[in-house]
């Protein structure tokens, strides 16, 4: 009986080669993805289960708004500042030019309050907390304490419910920055500024930053404690995992911007008609 080659010929081009290796990596790439997002889910929902089942001790509450909400008020207020000047600065060489320079307040205003403004402040956030509470939890793996979530005490979502408080401070220290940038060096009639803020800049615009920026601290949360609580062993483990919170977060807070603003604009385009002015 004859037997079966089962080798592979040599003879096999180099391009059916690369072809399966990139076939391959695709699959493996895309499997890693699904598992990563199911684990994920199940994560989210474990933390959602615990959000409604415990209740947080006011000591850790304290600590939390402090940790997250004081200190963290002068990066973000010193950023919002040179934002607002920023926007100043590039919108009145752009307004100058068709004779509209004393329209600036609008766009700024409203350019802050409904994107940046939130936006900044959850980045900021992913930076400063995010990375901080995957590096922690990471520790705790790694050195193989107690379940980490649990030795916190807390429920991860309860320390970024302070976004929208951050973000207030982004807006007011940007509006305060682009007006300051405007009248002092750019001579802008101040009172023209804010007129026209306040035909253009309603309270739904500051409604919508808000809403934003519960969905952005919630985000944040879930991505820093599902990393640090699934970090590798080792140093380099925790710093991954630290990078990889913030990375993620970042991203997903661009596409979660662009999905709300989307999605709030069709929704709710009514009562932006002759809404109530912010200013």
């Not at 890693?32 to 889910?41: H, R, Y």
């Not at 615009?205 to 969905?215: M, N, P």
Request: proline fraction near 4%.
């Amino acid at each position: 009986m004859n037997s079966v080659d089962t080798t592979v010929n040599p003879a096999t081009p180099p391009t059916a080669l690369r072809s399966h290796d990139l076939l391959r990596n695709v699959t493996d790439t895309c499997t890693d993805f699904i598992f990563q997002l199911g684990d994920l889910t199940l994560f989210t929902v474990q933390i959602l289960k615990w959000f409604f089942r415990h209740k947080m001790r006011p000591g850790t509450l304290i600590s939390a708004c402090f940790q997250i909400g004081v200190l963290s008020l002068p990066v973000i207020a010193l950023t919002g500042i040179f934002i607002g000047m920023v926007l100043a600065v590039q919108s009145h060489f752009q307004f100058s030019q068709i004779g509209m320079a004393n329209h600036m307040g609008a766009v700024i205003n409203m350019t802050l309050v409904r994107e940046l403004g939130p936006v900044l402040a959850a980045t900021m956030l992913a930076g400063r907390i995010g990375s901080a509470m995957a590096a922690e939890l990471g520790t705790m793996r790694v050195t193989e304490q107690i379940e980490a979530l649990e030795s916190m005490g807390i429920n991860p979502i309860h320390h970024l419910v302070l976004i929208p408080t951050l973000t207030i401070m982004a807006d007011f220290m940007g509006i305060f920055g682009g007006f300051a940038y405007s009248y002092l060096a750019l001579d802008i009639d101040p009172h023209l500024y804010f007129q026209h803020s306040r035909d253009f800049v309603s309270g739904w615009d500051l409604l919508t930053g808000l809403i934003k920026s519960l969905f952005f601290g919630c985000t944040i949360a879930i991505v820093s404690c599902y990393h640090g609580f699934h970090c590798q062993v080792g140093a380099k483990g925790v710093g991954r995992a630290a990078t990889a919170a913030f990375v993620i977060s970042f991203v997903l807070i661009l596409g979660i911007d662009l999905i709300l603003g989307m999605g709030l604009d069709r929704l709710f385009l009514p009562l932006q008609t002759g809404g109530n002015s912010l200013l």
